[in-house]
């Protein structure tokens, strides 16, 4: 019963090399969050979809862009990696109305040789 | 702006103890916050979820209270076992906005 799903589970990449993270949900959730995790801190939001409005945090560099071209998918791809943006990405989804309880995947940690 | 901290950052408990983590926040007018457990290398999984109007929620050996006028929650774990060993992180929620998490408690249960 997966309910938020990650592909891959884990990527390695080159250093400038483009890659995309892959996010799905069962849930038909209308809100989709793309985090960034490194390690032993707390997950740091990139940016939102509200269904297909795009909200990005002002501080999430450029290099990251995000795709949402249905309300079961969401893409996050990183446009040049480098060192630095090696980390675990999380995908995260909630209802618009309810609780707004947020469900995570299991997230994909990225790798940058 | 919200800020939100968690105490201790890390606890080394033998098997067995009833044990608490404590979670702060500055802003008191939440939506909601909601506690999670990661396993090293993981996603995060939802625990429980207090919603403004609400003093507790208690699911098993878990027993989440939120003082809202206090900017503070707790997760009470009693008995606890060696698969308690995890990460634990709160998150608070504002209507409208995003969730803002606290660094997490590190917890190690000790058979």
């Known amino acids: 019963d997966a309910m938020v799903i990650q592909n891959p589970r884990y990527q390695v990449t080159q250093f400038g090399k483009p890659v995309t993270l892959s996010c799905s949900q069962t849930l038909n959730h209308n809100v989709m969050y793309w985090y960034q995790q490194k390690s032993s801190q707390a997950p740091k939001l990139l940016f939102h979809y509200y269904d297909k409005d795009f909200n990005n945090e002002a501080d999430t560099p450029d290099n990251f862009q995000s795709r949402r071209p249905n309300t079961s998918f969401c893409f996050l791809d990183i446009r040049s990696p480098g060192l630095g943006d090696a980390a675990m990405y999380l995908c995260?989804?909630?209802?618009?109305?309810?609780?707004?309880?947020?469900?995570f995947g299991p997230g994909t940690r990225l790798t940058v040789t | 702006k919200q800020e939100v901290t968690q105490i201790p950052a890390a606890l080394s408990v033998p098997e067995g103890e009833n044990l608490v983590l404590n979670c702060s926040f500055t802003d008191s007018a939440i939506y909601n916050l909601q506690w999670f457990r990661q396993d090293p290398g993981k996603g995060l999984t939802s625990l429980l979820l207090i919603q403004s109007s609400q003093r507790e929620q208690t699911s098993g050996r878990l027993n989440a209270s939120l003082d809202k006028s206090s900017g503070r929650s707790t997760l009470y774990i009693a008995a606890s076992q060696p698969g308690d060993s995890a990460t634990y992180l709160c998150?608070?929620?504002?209507?409208?906005?995003?969730?803002?998490f606290g660094p997490g408690t590190r917890l190690s249960v000790l058979p």
């Open positions: 995260a989804t909630r209802s618009g109305q309810g609780t707004y309880e947020q469900y």
């Open positions: 998150a608070v929620h504002h209507y409208g906005q995003n969730f803002v």
